[in-house]
């Protein structure tokens, strides 16, 4: 059962547009959101997150949007730079210290000049 | 703040010998650990939950006495894969949550075992 979907799979998007990625989650405790970007070979680092008190949080060209009544969640990278080409990771968990985060598959974005 | 070192980045071994990996936080005290897993161009796996002081808690089909987990105080746990084969190969990837900051996870640069 995978409790985060993540779409799409991949990703081209074009110097200067908008790149954007979608997760819908099942679980209605779930209350943390957030995204990372892994470039390969290294770790995953945390880039915004959300709680759902909130139905958008804005930094710098990264915008999460969160509809909680649809249990959709998505990232919008504006103006999308080369050096944005990564692998992006949706996540989800409960509001508990041990409770570790679910992660959507990824979406492999590539921004092209 | 809060960053997380793993050691070594990449190791190479024989199969059947036992490789140990490092995973400290370096500027805040972790009570929660994760280990996860990654093969290439898929999504991380948890594979077990360390809490300092006390046994990990692993996921379904996760063997413990195969990836032995040991979080011996706030700053460092280990993985241990022991008697390694190669289908064990992958990259292992830990994280860490602060205390005092509930829900976040920092994670490691992550660890390229490659089992002959």
């Known amino acids: 059962q995978q409790q985060v979907k993540q779409s799409p799979q991949s990703l081209i998007v074009q110097k200067g547009g908008i790149s954007i990625i979608n997760c819908a989650y099942e679980?209605?405790?779930?209350?943390?959101f957030p995204w990372y970007q892994q470039f390969p070979g290294k770790g995953p680092a945390l880039l915004i997150a959300?709680?759902?008190?909130?139905s958008e949080k804005k930094e710098g060209r990264f915008t999460i949007s969160f509809n909680k009544s649809a249990k959709q969640f998505s990232l919008h990278i504006m103006d999308s730079q080369p050096g944005d080409s990564a692998t992006y990771f949706c996540a989800a968990s409960k509001n508990s210290g041990n409770t570790p985060l679910v992660f959507g598959k990824g979406t492999r974005l590539s921004v092209i000049a | 703040g809060a960053v997380v070192s793993q050691h070594p980045s990449w190791v190479i071994c024989k199969s059947g010998t036992s490789v140990k990996i490092e995973c400290r936080s370096l500027?805040?005290?972790?009570?929660?650990m994760f280990w996860y897993r990654q093969f290439p161009k898929q999504s991380l796996m948890l594979m077990a939950t360390?809490?300092?002081?006390?046994?990990?808690?692993?996921e379904q089909g996760v063997e413990k006495d195969k990836f032995l987990i040991n979080h011996a105080s706030l700053t460092l746990s280990t993985l241990t894969v022991t008697s390694a084969h190669p289908e064990d190969s992958s990259f292992y990837i830990c994280s860490a949550r602060a205390s005092n900051r509930v829900n976040e996870q920092f994670f490691g640069p992550g660890t390229r075992l490659t089992v002959l």
């Open positions: 500027d805040f005290q972790a009570t929660t």
């Open positions: 360390s809490n300092e002081g006390s046994k990990a808690t692993y």
């Open positions: 959300i709680r759902p008190d909130v």
């Open positions: 679980n209605t405790a779930f209350d943390y």
